[in-house]
């Protein structure tokens, strides 16, 4: 694959300086044990000699071993999980801050190289963009149409991050012209890495050959390159794709529940195809169909079938979408009052702990 060759980017001092300025205040240290906070205290002693370092990485298209290399760190979500269960455990892994640090000087320079920016419908890691935006966006696909109804499909993947399949990435950065040095620090980047944690005889490493970096910069970035590609082969197919991180909704119009199930045969296709080019699985147990009808029609006597992975995906009157519970007419009754539930029971907890630890009467907890 022929890609331009261009000088890498020289990295100044203030391009240093804005990107430490962007980094997180007490956070946790990686393997090395430096705290990010001491990049924010030195950061102008600091900058002229990172500047340098991070701009003959880029010309020898090297990304530092020891900025590859992950402290795993194993936390309990909550008190109230079994610790016997290995699901109540959420895995953190903690990268060097000087790698992350090189990571967003390297994102900047790749989002600048794209030879075609990623697609609108695009709502995860993007700037400006968050969860109701695509909320928002689905609705108004499904309130502003001429069809008799919007067809909805929900696709889970199966542990999408933690699959990325880096030789589908590569091709992806390669159909983008980037210039052949950054494609260089990329495949670097995604080259023995590894991750260590600490057991009972001692650390135990374990190299990393797919998915998406834990706790990096990049790998969201990463991710969406990817996920593009799904989104621009089947948006002109249908009425509309938005993908939020791993979250993929597929939108299409009908008049009848046979166009719902030919359209949905068409996206199936689409969606296989994508899933056998970039080793991705799809869970149709855990994706879901919702059919939305026109104000003052009535809704489809019969559900119709749409399958994806072979498998037929259950059609529900509610689902939750990116932490909203949706129903198929966008009243969003079930979300409000769960979130009022939680809400009373989230205040009742701190009335009780107020009473038995600040003696607060009556009147207080019913201001509170």
């Known amino acids: 694959m022929e890609l331009p060759e261009t000088e890498p980017q020289k990295v100044t001092a203030d391009d240093v300086l804005y990107h430490i300025g962007t980094i997180k205040k ?11 906070d001491v990049f924010r205290g030195a950061a102008d002693v600091l900058a002229p000699c990172l500047a340098d370092l991070y701009t003959e990485c ?12 992950g402290r795993l760190v194993i936390l309990l979500k909550s008190p109230s999980k079994d610790p016997l269960q290995p699901k109540s455990y959420r895995p ?4 060097n801050a000087n790698g992350k640090l090189f990571e967003k000087v390297i994102k900047e320079l790749l989002e600048n190289a794209l030879a075609e920016p990623l697609a609108p419908e695009q709502f995860g890691f993007m700037q400006g963009k ?4 695509a909320i928002f966006k689905l609705g108004y696909r499904v309130r502003h149409n001429d069809a008799k109804y919007v067809a909805a499909l929900f ?3 199966s542990g999408a991050f933690d699959n990325l399949w880096w030789p589908a990435l590569l091709t992806r950065l390669g159909e983008q012209r980037i210039p052949q040095y950054l494609y260089n620090i990329i495949k670097d980047y995604l080259t023995q890495r590894r991750v260590s944690v600490s057991g009972p005889e001692g650390i135990y490493w374990k190299d990393v050959t797919q998915g998406c970096p834990q706790g990096s910069v990049l790998g969201p970035f990463l991710w969406n390159l990817v996920m593009d590609t799904c989104i ?3 948006k002109p197919h249908v009425y509309d794709v938005l993908a939020y991180a791993d979250d993929l909704l597929i939108i299409w119009q009908a008049s009848s529940r046979k166009g719902i199930e030919e359209t949905g045969r068409t996206v199936s296709t689409l969606l296989d195809k994508w899933c056998e080019e970039n080793k991705m699985t799809v869970a149709p147990a855990k994706s879901a169909v919702m059919v939305f009808a026109r104000p003052g029609r009535p809704g489809l006597q019969r ?7 072979g498998k037929t995906v259950s059609v529900v009157k509610e689902t939750v979408y990116l932490g909203v519970t949706l129903d198929n007419q966008l009243y969003f009754r079930t979300h409000i009052i769960r979130q009022s539930q939680k809400a009373r029971r989230a205040i009742d907890k701190v009335a009780r702990l ?10 207080g907890r019913r201001t509170l």
């Open 26 to 36: 007490r956070k946790a240290p990686g393997p090395d044990g430096i705290f990010p």
């Open 58 to 69: 880029l010309r020898q298209g090297t990304f530092p071993a020891p900025w590859k290399e």
């Open 92 to 95: 953190i892994n903690l990268l």
């Open 130 to 133: 968050c969860t109701s935006d």
């Open 155 to 157: 696709v889970d993947m």
């Open 232 to 234: 621009k082969l089947i």
């Open 303 to 309: 559900h119709p079938i749409v399958k994806i992975a």
């Open 354 to 363: 107020a009473m038995r630890e600040f003696s607060l009467d009556t009147r």
